[in-house]
């Protein structure tokens, strides 16, 4: 025995209506194919759901528990007809989403914030404050979905797409003499007591590039991998950084920014495995791409 979901919306609707005929024209069909139809789900029930007589339709005790538990399962039915399909749309499930290092703090807020009005079904996890090469990793080994990193990316698996462009401005502390000026130039820093990012982040390799057409041998005198913490220790006063824009977003006392006339562009790229056609990650992409470029212009203007 078996109940088919055809046979039970039939019995839901005669059941409600108390009546074959309005029943019927409720399901758009005629009179008699109902009857039948009910006639033989009772027969594979082996019980009696309807009481009939000329003027009216009646439940029986066990018509009653059927309409109430039908009821239910139709609705569970429903809704997960509904969730699938929003599944399949990529509206809803999980995503996971890296930023690299200042993306954390100027854009990541914003991408949670909007993916949330809208793509009310979809759970964001997010991972913040990581160098590009560990985010390559993590899309390769499949511990995140989309990635907002610096290019290069050196792997045959992933892609990705340039979104935007940031200067890279310099952090000194208050006390700095530098501060008096209202550019610099690489060679400014040269001197000074330099605080870096890992010496394998897309902005280390930049500015060592940098630095080697200027012939000029920085010292650095520590590398983090944290914008927050490479900031509390220039605001400490322990070296001045040079840093993407965006981390001008951090406030933290005792930091001044100036422009850095020669320094490198950086690009930001959105990134994602090659291979994954999940609708999730397909229909995201270009949101979080819009959004991202959205924040640079308003960020220059």
């Known amino acids: 025995m078996s109940i088919e979901t055809r046979q039970l919306r039939y019995f839901i609707a005669v059941a409600e209506e108390r009546h074959f005929g309005n ?12 009857s039948q139809q009910i006639k033989q789900f009772e027969k594979n029930l082996g019980t009696t759901l309807l009481t009939r007589s000329t003027r009216s339709v009646e439940l029986t005790p ?18 997960i007809e509904a969730s699938v399909r929003r599944v399949g749309e990529g509206l809803q499930g999980i995503l996971r989403l890296g930023f690299t290092g ?11 914030r909007h993916a949330a009005s809208s793509y009310p079904g979809l759970a964001l996890d997010v991972t913040g404050e990581k160098l590009t090469p560990d985010l390559v990793e993590a899309l390769e080994s499949n511990r995140i979905d989309i990635a907002v990193l ?23 502390p208050a006390s700095s003499p530098l501060c008096s000026r209202g550019e610099l130039v690489m060679s400014d820093l040269a001197p000074q007591d330099l605080i870096g990012y890992p010496s394998n ?10 630095w080697h057409q200027l012939n000029v041998r920085p010292n650095y005198v520590q590398r983090v991998s944290e914008t927050s913490t490479l900031l509390s220790l220039v605001a400490a006063g322990v070296g001045a950084a040079l840093v993407p824009e965006s981390a001008t ?29 999940s609708p999730a990650v397909q229909r995201f992409i270009p949101f979080l791409s819009n959004l991202i470029q959205t924040n640079q212009q308003e960020l220059a203007a």
Do not use: C, H
Request: hydrophobic residues 50%; glycine residues 4%; neutral net charge.
């Open 23 to 34: 029943a019927a024209d409720r399901l758009m069909m005629a009179q008699p194919p109902l």
């Open 62 to 79: 066990a018509g009653e528990l059927l309409l109430i538990r039908g009821r239910r399962i139709l609705e569970e039915l429903e809704s």
């Open 102 to 112: 200042t993306a954390t703090y100027g854009i990541m807020p914003r991408v949670v």
């Open 150 to 172: 610096r290019p290069p990316v050196s792997s045959s698996t992933i892609e990705y797409s340039v979104v935007a462009q940031e200067r890279v401005v310099a952090a000194l």
């Open 201 to 210: 982040s897309a902005l280390s390799q930049d500015l060592a590039a940098a």
């Open 249 to 277: 977003s951090i406030q933290i006392g005792g930091t001044v920014f100036l422009p850095v006339k020669d320094a490198p562009i950086l690009e930001l790229a959105v990134a994602w495995r090659r291979n994954d056609v």
